[in-house]
């Protein structure tokens, strides 16, 4: 079972706040991801590392923010949340496992944000 | 860019039916595909990894299959189980990311 962690699962919050979406896995994997998901939509890449002071933007533009100061940690921020950032924030890590030619992906729970 | 489409988007079977998922993509140029479940507010969990050079994977009840010349791939479900009701995706690296479909809902009644 992959160890990775996303807090809160859930949050409710008014227009213009700043918010932070934590991330953190315990498996050492360099590489580290943002997915956004709307309700019955696909995935969409919003942010990725590479590894420590290493952070992408995805393919989905995205009025976010990410850092990457330590290996197993990979918060995301909101500096003023507004309606329209109300999803489904889904972190992963990869790692290439033994015997394989590409990383394998693994998902935190996620958080479901509302921005009322 | 990659487009993954996945047929049907919804399905309802009685319980002990095998069943199969299907998923389909437009750029070959892919380095694995995975296929996740996602429950209910919960996150995605891998079932299958199938490495470009591959041609199916099995996990116990699940079997995947890779055509890549066709830009197809199928997720087969044998002995469905009401606690096989989720949300498929189907999901292609072709890089530093995934590109995922809208995936399949299953609904396995008993």
């Known amino acids: 079972e992959a160890d990775i962690y996303q807090t809160p699962r859930y949050l409710v919050i008014g227009t213009g706040k700043k918010i932070t979406l934590e991330c953190s896995q315990t498996?050492?994997?360099?590489?580290m991801y943002w997915y956004q998901q709307d309700p019955g939509m696909e995935l969409h890449l919003i942010h990725y590392?590479?590894?420590?002071?290493?952070?992408e933007k995805g393919d989905l533009s995205s009025e976010s923010t990410v850092s990457r100061i330590r290996t197993e940690h990979f918060p995301l921020t909101l500096e003023s949340a507004r309606p329209s950032h109300t999803s489904q924030y889904l972190c992963?890590?990869?790692?290439?496992?033994?015997?394989?030619?590409?990383?394998?992906?693994?998902f935190g729970p996620g958080t479901r944000l509302t921005v009322l | 860019k990659q487009e993954v489409t996945q047929i049907p988007a919804a399905l309802s079977v009685p319980e002990g039916e095998n069943l199969v998922l299907n998923c389909s993509f437009t750029?070959?140029?892919?380095?694995?595909l995975q296929w996740f479940r996602q429950d209910p507010g919960k996150g995605l969990t891998s079932l299958l990894l199938?490495?470009?050079?591959?041609r199916e994977q099995t996990s116990g009840r699940l079997n995947a299959s890779l055509d890549k010349s066709s830009g197809r791939s199928t997720l087969y479900i044998a002995a469905s189980q009401p606690g096989d009701s989720a949300t498929y995706l189907c999901?292609?690296?072709?890089?530093?990311?995934?590109?995922f479909g809208k995936g399949t809902s299953l609904l396995v009644t008993p």
């Open positions: 199938i490495q470009s050079s591959q």
């Open positions: 498996m050492g994997h360099d590489k």
């Open positions: 750029d070959s140029a892919i380095y694995n």
């Open positions: 992963a890590s990869s790692a290439k496992l033994a015997g394989e030619g590409s990383d394998t992906q693994y």
């Open positions: 999901a292609l690296s072709s890089g530093y990311a995934l590109n």
């Open positions: 590392s590479y590894g420590v002071n290493s952070t």
